[in-house]
């Protein structure tokens, strides 16, 4: 199966790929990649199913009706751009669940160019929402994300629903109180829906508590008009092991964070 829905697909080559559109409402898929730069392909030590476990498969799909809408095509096993960079290669098991990712210790050069990339995303980023913040005012970054509930195999129990919602709503790096117009509206909006016939199980803090770098970094660079929260779903829409897709759970995705535009944005004119 493949990793990825988007259409056509993307060349080995690209780094992410950015759509500017007339809105507030910004959308992010940053661990959706796959691909790994050609010179690192065999020192990498993991398969391309173990690889795709870890990453974001289809949340491309999820944001593909918003206005502004960036994607990154490398694999976060590669670089992650949402980690520091200083911790943005997974060199130990313990930056990576557990698992060696490289045969061996990669040299300098390998390093550093993959922490170019890193460095030229948030370049990027910067100089994106700031036209963005120019032509707004303020803005809001959904930065969607997914994560593993059935960690022990395929046929073992999944984690208990108390631990993992549906939607995870991470908060920790933005003024809470500033923002709580807007969390409390996109909280609101997706328990509004219904996945698998019972509503979505949305709750803040509870998986994750949204520490990845590009929140925290939107909040550095526009405190006082940038609102970045992590959103991130149970991977309800897919088999984590592997990786087949439920298309009718996915659509449902996609029109949900569609359908969250609008509010969000009269939620930032109603702030005001």
Wanted: a negative charge; one cysteine or more; glycine letters at 6%.
């Amino acid at each position: 199966m493949s990793p990825s829905l988007i259409v056509p697909p993307v060349t080995q080559n690209a780094l992410w790929t950015v759509e500017r559109g007339i809105s507030p409402i910004v959308a992010t898929a940053i661990h959706e990649g796959h691909s790994v730069r050609e010179e690192l392909q065999a020192l990498c030590a993991l398969s391309q199913d173990e690889r795709l476990r870890e990453e974001d498969p289809f949340t491309e799909f999820t944001i593909r009706d918003i206005p502004n809408r960036i994607v990154f095509h490398r694999s976060r096993f590669e670089v992650d751009v949402n980690r520091s960079r200083d911790g943005a290669i997974y060199r130990t098991p313990e930056q990576a669940w557990g698992l060696r990712v490289w045969r061996n210790e990669l040299s300098t050069a390998h390093v550093e160019s993959s922490l170019q990339l890193h460095d030229d995303y948030y370049d990027m980023l910067f100089t994106f929402l700031s036209g963005v913040e120019r032509r707004h005012g303020q803005f809001v970054v959904l930065d969607i994300h997914s994560y593993n509930h059935r960690r022990l195999g395929q046929a073992a129990v999944p984690t208990e629903q108390a631990k993992a919602p549906d939607v995870n709503i991470g908060t920790s790096s933005m003024d809470r109180a500033r923002w709580s117009h807007i969390v409390d509206t996109l909280v609101e909006h997706f328990r509004s829906f219904e996945i698998g016939g019972r509503p979505l199980d949305v709750r803040e803090n509870v998986a994750f508590q949204g520490k990845g770098e590009q929140t925290r970094f939107i909040h550095e660079h526009f405190p006082l008009t940038g609102c970045a929260i992590a959103v991130e779903f149970k991977k309800i829409f897919m088999d984590e092991w592997t990786g087949e897709p439920d298309l009718d759970a996915l659509t449902k995705l996609r029109a949900i964070v569609a359908s969250a535009a609008p509010v969000l944005e009269h939620a930032l004119t109603e702030g005001l």
